[in-house]
C-alpha cells in the first residue's frame, strides 16, 4: 500500500521535461499527498500495543521410575539419585558418557551427594544395542558390570557379537559362561519388559534422566531430562535438590 503511494506521488509530481512550470495549486496538492504519506508511515512505525504473551515452557514433567536390580554407582544414602535411560549404540549416550559425566561424577558421585543409577533402554531400530545390554549383565555374573561398561562406551562403533566376546575377553571373564550367557539370551527378556515400562512413562529416547530426591525402596520418583545437555544444566536440577534438603 506504502508503496503504491509513494508512486503514485512520484508520478504526480514528474513534470516532463519543457512543460509549462507548476501551478501554486499543483504544488500544494503535491505536499499534501506527500505530508498523507509521511503521516502514514508514522502511523505504521509506532510502537503497537502489548501483543500476546510468548508462550510460557511447560511445567517440568515428573515421573516415578523403578530401579530394582539397577546397577548404580555412588553412595546409596547420597541425598540426590539419577536414573539415566541408556542405549549402547546411541552417539549420544556416547557424548554424556564422555564429556558429561566425568564431570558429574567428580562433583557429586565421589563427593557422596549423588547416586547414579543405569537403567538400560535398548531401542529397537539399533539393531546390537540389546544383546550389548545383556553382555553388561553377563558380566556382571562374573563381578565385571562397570568394566563391561566402560568398554562398551569406548568401542561403541564395535558392538557386533564377535567383538561382545572380544571385549569380554579383555576385562577378564571366563569365556565360556560368558557365551553361553550371550547365546542364551539370558537377560533379554527382562531388559525387553524394562523399554515397555520406559514407554509407559513417555520415555522413548536415549539419553533420558530423571533427577530427584533419593527415595527409599525400588521407586525413584523425580523431573525428567531429556537429552546429552550441557553439564551445567544437571548441575543446576542437583544444585537445587541440594540445597531444599539443606532447608529441612
Known amino acids: 500500500m506504502i508503496a503504491r503511494l509513494l508512486v503514485s506521488a512520484l508520478l504526480f509530481a514528474a513534470v516532463p521535461l519543457g512543460a ?17 504519506i509521511r503521516q502514514l508511515l508514522e502511523r505504521q512505525q509506532a510502537p503497537r500495543g502489548p501483543g500476546p504473551r510468548p508462550a510460557q515452557p ?21 541425598p540426590v539419585t539419577m536414573v539415566a535411560f541408556v ?35 535398548p531401542l529397537e531400530f539399533h539393531r546390537r544395542a540389546l544383546k550389548a545390554s545383556e553382555s553388561t549383565y553377563c558380566a556382571a555374573e562374573q563381578g565385571k558390570y562397570w568394566e563391561m561398561r566402560e568398554k562398551l562406551i569406548v568401542h561403541s562403533d564395535r558392538l557386533d557379537p564377535e567383538s561382545l566376546l572380544e ?50 525402596g525400588d521407586v525413584q520418583e523425580g523431573v525428567k531430562v531429556v537429552g546429552a545437555q550441557p553439564s551445567a544444566n544437571f548441575e543446576r536440577e542437583i544444585e537445587a535438590l541440594l540445597r531444599g534438603r539443606e532447608k529441612e
Open 167 to 216: 571385549h569380554g575377553r579383555a576385562v577378564g571373564v571366563d569365556m565360556d559362561p560368558f557365551r553361553k550367557c550371550l547365546d542364551d539370551a539370558k537377560y533379554a527378556e527382562g531388559l525387553k519388559k524394562g523399554l515397555d515400562s520406559a514407554r509407559a512413562l513417555g520415555i522413548s529416547g536415549t539419553p533420558t534422566f530423571v533427577i530427584g530426591r533419593t527415595a527409599r
Open 87 to 121: 542405549d549402547y549404540e546411541c552417539p549420544f549416550c556416547k557424548r554424556f558418557d564422555t564429556q558429561t559425566l566425568p564431570e558429574l561424577k567428580k562433583q557429586y558421585i565421589d563427593t557422596g551427594r549423588l547416586r547414579y543409577v543405569i537403567r538400560d533402554l
Open 58 to 78: 511447560p511445567a517440568p514433567e515428573r515421573v516415578s521410575v523403578g530401579i530394582k536390580g539397577a546397577y548404580a554407582m555412588g553412595a546409596a544414602d547420597a
Open 20 to 36: 509549462e512550470p507548476l501551478t501554486r495549486e499543483q504544488g500544494d496538492a503535491i505536499l499534501q499527498e506527500l505530508k498523507s
